[in-house]
């Protein structure tokens, strides 16, 4: 009997050292097929400059193609849905953003949990608005705009990109903080059309993404008074923060980060993390978010799951304040 017991030993022995180092291979070879990068958004905009730097960056470590797959509609729930759907072996990967903060508490039916349905890999990126105002504005500063505004209660207007966007809780914020009212008008789409509008002094302010606003504070058409970050920008270093300009305690920033389908092989999730902290941190990668306006940074999937978690409360005050219901 203990020959017989033992050669069952030696005999699950061997199978378990077999899956073992199957296990192993299958780690080491992913990934073995192009992987597809989803996207909310349609190609040209940031999101899809951000995810194809990515793509390109994983393309090259991992030596197997990374595609972006663009898929936009309602704020990015369209790409989450397509991810969360998606088989968790490695081969679909999101490019998630700060909508996933917002969504829970903008729609009452979501078919992609933002928190539920996905697994997190690391940080990719965040990004950063600026205070715009006319020139013939007589404000030079936040603090003056503040008072000018207060002088005209329910008078201004601030434009965005949508309800729940990033360009309109900056203004919310920025309004409740600053104890101003003033008409929020959504536009549709891109900021083009509000920038016509700014120009034409149809709108008092607009608070938007310091990439897009460069070409028209550089060509003296918009006046920035501060960006909405911790630090000042390196593309705007004459231009205070909204903390240190008039708001003590106010900072709004965007961000991108990759997500996966919940139940994912943590060994993929570890290596996708380790390839993203190296490459965030090279010059080409720094230089390329840095040409945007935005800052490249990693994180352990651990530190990306309680940002996340951190976003969602947040952004649900700020929902609250504006009186923003689901839908």
């Known amino acids: 009997m203990s020959l017989r017991r033992s050669a069952f030993a030696l005999g699950c022995s061997s199978l378990l050292g077999a899956a073992l180092t199957s296990t192993d291979a299958n780690a080491q070879a992913y990934p073995t097929r192009p ?3 989803v996207v909310g958004n349609a190609p040209g905009g940031s999101d899809d400059f951000h995810g194809r730097l990515v793509a390109q960056r994983l393309t090259e470590s991992f030596g ?25 072996d490695g081969y679909t990967l999101l490019l998630g953003a700060a909508s996933m903060a917002t969504s829970p508490h903008l729609y009452s039916k979501q078919q ?11 940080l990719v990126a965040k990004t950063y608005a600026v205070l715009l105002v006319h020139p013939s504005v ?20 601030f434009g965005s990109t949508g309800v729940g966007g990033g360009p309109h809780l900056n203004a919310e914020l920025f309004c409740n903080m600053a104890q101003i009212k003033a008409t929020h008008i959504p536009y549709k789409g891109a900021g083009a059309g ?8 149809q709108l008092d302010f607009y608070i938007g993404p310091i990439s897009t606003a460069l070409a028209f504070i550089n060509a003296g058409k918009v006046r920035p008074l501060a960006v909405t970050g911790a630090t000042r920008s390196a593309k705007l270093p004459d231009v205070p923060t909204m903390a240190e300009a008039a708001l003590p305690g106010y900072e709004m920033s965007g961000w991108y980060a990759i997500f996966v389908p919940a ?19 090279s010059p ?44």
């Open 194 to 201: 509000i920038y016509v509008d700014l120009l034409a002094g």
């Open 263 to 281: 139940g994912t092989p943590h060994d993929i999730v570890t290596s996708l993390n380790s390839v993203l902290v190296k490459q965030l941190a």
């Open 35 to 37: 992987v597809r990068l």
């Open 138 to 157: 007589p404000a030079k500063t936040a603090k003056e705009f503040i008072a000018l505004a207060r002088t005209r209660a329910g008078k201004l207007n």
């Open 284 to 327: 080409e990668l720094r230089d390329g978010y840095a040409n945007v306006s935005s800052e490249a940074r990693s994180s352990t999937p651990e530190e990306l799951a309680k940002y996340l978690a951190s976003e969602i409360e947040r952004y649900g005050r700020i929902l609250k304040l504006a009186g923003i219901q689901p839908q």
């Open 112 to 122: 992609a949990d933002s928190v539920r349905d996905f697994a997190p890999v690391s």
């Open 64 to 88: 197997q193609q990374f595609v972006v797959d663009n898929r936009s509609g309602s704020g990015g729930m369209v790409a989450r849905t397509v991810v969360a759907k998606a088989a968790a």
